[in-house]
């Protein structure tokens, strides 16, 4: 109040008045203009309280894992899918392991008799290895289904994952085939292993179709940080539902997977010792890894069978453009 009364004696008096006092009168005359109390509200909460969109956006924003199961996974479902997926590692073993077998089998073959596997007629050869491809398309056609299913839809899932499984089978078939011709036409005197083949395609397409199980934790643990905001997208819903309650199916079908691999192994152990000679043995496993090296490393990479391994990195994808199209759509402050 010092400065007006100041101004108003000058005046009054005549007297000259300094200019530093008008100017301390004129920024004291001078208010800010006032929010009102809604405005001040909203900015309060649209700098302390990020929304759910905000937040989506956050956590869809962090690098995505590396193609494999990661620790969103129990550690057991990591050790059982480490040991059933890695096609690398088995195209490797089964084509040197199978060399040294036949070696090892010249010393063991007085054993024969002694090994219940061994011999022709066990319970297992009878009722599992003869009927080897139906066990395998039990246990990879449901778990692929649901995959597919998952990731693609209804439509085109099940058409992926069935074209995947019609195909693999004309594969079994047509080699299998080939190789009963072949022995029809050498009048028996070079018969292929059919087991060898058999067991070692159905271990490779077990192998390949049960990486549609990869980020598949990772993608449900992503949106189930993120429930808030999954009712303004159905197919993001319609995936959580998915996710959510195909979990636990999901992962006992992998187990059986795991476990039914584990017995191929076993019997194709067995075949390689006792059964067959060197040349009609290799030719078979030759036979059945450049298979899967044309089916599932060449033909199988096409956008219209489905990739199982990339299924889980598509979907993730998916998430993160939807979040980045709702960030590009939030009004600016």
């Known amino acids: 109040m010092a400065p007006y009364f100041v101004a108003e004696v000058g005046v009054e008096s005549g007297c000259e008045i300094p200019q530093t006092l008008v100017m301390a009168a004129t920024l004291k005359k001078k208010k800010k203009p006032r929010r009102n109390f809604h405005q001040r509200r909203n900015i309060s909460y649209q700098t302390f309280q990020p929304n759910a969109e905000d937040r989506l956006t956050c956590e869809i924003r962090q690098p995505p894992p590396a193609t494999s199961t990661t620790p969103a996974s129990p ?25 040294a077998l036949w070696l090892l089998g010249d010393h063991v073959s007085q054993y024969q008799a ?46 992926q994952s069935l074209l995947r499984a019609a195909m693999t089978t004309g594969v079994w078939f047509g080699v299998t085939t080939l190789f009963d011709r072949v022995k029809s036409h050498t009048e028996g005197k070079f018969d292929f292993s059919g087991h060898c083949f058999l067991l070692v395609w159905a271990n490779m397409v077990l192998a390949e179709e049960s990486k549609a199980y990869l980020m598949w934790d ?26 959510r309650w195909l979990t636990p199916p999901m992962r006992v079908m992998l187990v059986l997977q795991t476990c039914l691999s584990l017995l191929w192994d ?24 450049f298979a899967w090296i044309i089916v599932y490393r060449s033909l199988f ?29 939030q009004p600016k402050l």
Request: aromatic residues 12%; glycine residues 6%; hydrophobic residues 50%.
């Open 266 to 289: 076993v019997m194709l152990t067995s075949t390689a010792l006792f059964f067959h000679t060197w040349p009609e043995k290799v030719t078979a496993v030759a036979v059945a890894l």
């Open 114 to 159: 002694q090994v219940y596997i061994a011999m022709p007629k066990n319970a297992v050869n009878e009722y599992f290895v003869k009927l080897g491809w139906l066990w395998t398309m039990v246990a990879v056609i449901p778990f692929s289904l649901a995959a597919a299913i998952t990731h693609k839809g209804v439509v085109t899932g099940t058409a």
């Open 218 to 243: 990772d993608c449900r643990m992503l949106l189930l940080d993120s429930l808030s905001v999954l009712e303004t997208d159905l197919s993001l819903h319609r995936l959580f539902v998915c996710l």
């Open 301 to 329: 990479t096409l956008s219209i069978f489905g990739v199982p391994r990339q299924l889980g990195q598509e979907t993730w994808e998916k998430i993160t453009a939807y979040a980045d199209n709702r960030r590009q759509r």
């Open 75 to 99: 550690l057991w479902l990591r050790m059982l899918f480490g040991l059933v997926s890695n096609t690398g590692v088995r195209c490797a073993v089964y084509f040197i392991g199978v060399n």
